[in-house]
C-alpha cells in the first residue's frame, strides 16, 4: 500500500508560487500520481495526474523526479481563493479499491 | 457542477427516522464511491460499486445500507442513525473501480442527526 506523507499546512501570500511536495515512497511501478483540492463543505477536486516527468495545465504543474518515491504540486500565483485542502494519492488502474486513501491533505493558507 | 449531483445537500434526522441520500452521474463511469468526511478527520471510505456490483464494504455500520440500481445512481439509507454519524457524505465515481484515473466528486450532503 502506497502511503503518502504530506506537509500538515503550509502559508503563502496572494501572487506567489506554492509548491507542496509528497512523499510516497513505496510507489509502485504501476501507480499514478493525483492530486486533489477540497474547499470546506465540498467535494475534492481533480487538479492534476501524472505518471512521471512533467505535467503542466491550466491550473498547475506537477513535478516528478526520476524515482517517483515523491512529487511537487505547483501553483503559480496564488490568490485568496486557492486556500485550500489539497491531497496527494497514489494509485494503479484495475488496483485495489482501497489503495486510493485520502489522508490528511495540507491545509494550503493564502493571505492578501 | 462537477457532472456528480448529490441530493439533499442538506439533511437534519432524529435518531429513529428513515432517509435517504441520492447520487447521480452521467458522466458514463462505471463505479460509484460513499465516502464520510467528519469534522477535521480524513475522508473516509465506505461503499464501493463497480458496474452496480459492491465491491468494497469497509465496516461500515449496518445502519447504513447502500443501493446501486444503475451505473447511475447510487443511493445511501440510512435508519437509526446516532449523533456521531453526522458528517457530510460525498459521492464520488470514476472510469474503473480503482479511482486511479481521478474520482469526479459531487458536492456532499450535510447530515446532522439529533
Known amino acids: 500500500l502506497a502511503k503518502t506523507t504530506q506537509p500538515i499546512s503550509m502559508d503563502s501570500y496572494e501572487g506567489q508560487e506554492v509548491n507542496i511536495t509528497c512523499s510516497h515512497n513505496?510507489?509502485?511501478?504501476?501507480?499514478?500520481i493525483t492530486w486533489y483540492q477540497q474547499f470546506p463543505s465540498q467535494g475534492p477536486r481533480f487538479i492534476i495526474q501524472?505518471?512521471?516527468t512533467k505535467v503542466t495545465n491550466e491550473v498547475a504543474s506537477l513535478f516528478i523526479p526520476a524515482d517517483r518515491k515523491s512529487s511537487t504540486l505547483s501553483l503559480p500565483r496564488v490568490s485568496l481563493s486557492d486556500t485550500a485542502v489539497y491531497y496527494c494519492?497514489?494509485?494503479?488502474?484495475?488496483?485495489?479499491?482501497?489503495?486510493?486513501?485520502f489522508g490528511t491533505g495540507t491545509l494550503l493558507a493564502v493571505q492578501p | 457542477e462537477t457532472g456528480v449531483t448529490q441530493t439533499p445537500r442538506h439533511l437534519v434526522m432524529g435518531m429513529t427516522n428513515k432517509k435517504s441520500l441520492k447520487c447521480e452521474q452521467h458522466?458514463?463511469?462505471?463505479?460509484m464511491y460513499w465516502y464520510k468526511q467528519s469534522a477535521k478527520k480524513p475522508l473516509e471510505l465506505m461503499f464501493v460499486?463497480?458496474?452496480?456490483?459492491?465491491?468494497e464494504n469497509n465496516s461500515v455500520p449496518s445502519r447504513f445500507s447502500p443501493e446501486c440500481p444503475n451505473s447511475s445512481h447510487l443511493f445511501l439509507h440510512l435508519h437509526t442513525l446516532q449523533p456521531e454519524d453526522s458528517a457530510l457524505y460525498l459521492c464520488?465515481?470514476?472510469?474503473?473501480?480503482?479511482?486511479?484515473?481521478?474520482?469526479?466528486f459531487g458536492s456532499g450532503t450535510r447530515l446532522t442527526v439529533v
Open positions: 464520488a465515481s470514476s472510469q474503473e473501480r480503482s479511482g486511479s484515473y481521478g474520482y469526479t
Open positions: 458522466l458514463g463511469h462505471n463505479a
Open positions: 494519492l497514489v494509485g494503479a488502474p484495475g488496483g485495489a479499491t482501497n489503495k486510493l486513501i
Open positions: 513505496n510507489i509502485a511501478t504501476n501507480d499514478y
Open positions: 501524472g505518471y512521471k
Open positions: 460499486y463497480s458496474l452496480e456490483e459492491r465491491v
